[in-house]
């Protein structure tokens, strides 16, 4: 299991041990949460500009050596509250994978990528409210000196939701299962299955993904 090792960074100045005791003991949660091993975890420079504190991390999926999927997820609190939360913290998610080609036409991909990120809290327990985000698709076909390279398929969703229970180390887990689920790999303690064999998280089949280095 990986532990987070995020990086804090509040806005106006303020240090740590000057940020409100309810940013400080969710930063906690986030960084004593234990995560699949597949997730590696590095420390990342938070927003400055979206609330007053703020705290980061990013991960990578690997497996073999490969890199399956990235993200970063960052940890919004404004004592005050913003309308738009409906309360004072914000999480804040980008994640993205490479799929097979042949994905990239699937006409409910939008539709499932987001149910991956709505299952994978309902599966934590996670309580949440004002979700909110994107799904895109990006197809590239490469020519010229990078022709030989193969056409590439990302899925990348970007979301935000409201903690609504403080339990933040759950939060912090479904997030690591929506990065698994979106590079391919089965839940903990389950075989790989085919698109159209079974249910993974929340009843949501996850689509294959990339078993190949990532181009530069």
Do not use: K
Request: proline letters at 10%.
């Amino acid at each position: 299991m990986a532990a987070v090792g995020g990086h804090p960074a509040q806005g106006g100045g303020t240090d740590r041990e000057a940020a409100p005791i309810e940013f400080r003991r969710a930063v906690e949660a986030l960084a004593g949460a234990r995560l699949r091993p597949e997730v590696l975890l590095s420390p990342a420079p938070a927003p400055r500009r979206l609330a007053p504190f703020a705290w980061a991390v990013t991960a990578t999926v690997e497996v073999d050596g490969d890199e399956l999927a990235d993200g970063r997820l960052v940890l919004l609190h404004d004592p005050a509250g913003q309308e738009a939360w409906n309360g004072d913290f914000r999480l804040v998610t980008m994640t993205r994978a490479e799929l097979e080609p042949e994905m990239a036409g699937d006409p409910m991909l939008g539709e499932v990528g987001w149910a991956w990120l709505m299952d994978a809290l309902q599966a934590n327990g996670a309580g949440y409210a004002e979700p909110g985000g994107t799904v895109t698709r990006c197809a590239s076909q490469y020519f010229g000196a990078l022709a030989e390279r193969p056409t590439s398929t990302e899925i990348e969703v970007r979301a935000s939701w409201t903690p609504a229970d403080g339990r933040f180390e759950r939060h912090i887990a479904a997030w690591g299962d929506l990065l698994c689920v979106c590079a391919g790999l089965p839940p903990v303690g389950a075989a790989a299955l085919p698109v159209s064999d079974g249910p993974s998280l929340g009843g949501v089949v996850p689509m294959p993904a990339r078993r190949r280095p990532r181009p530069h």
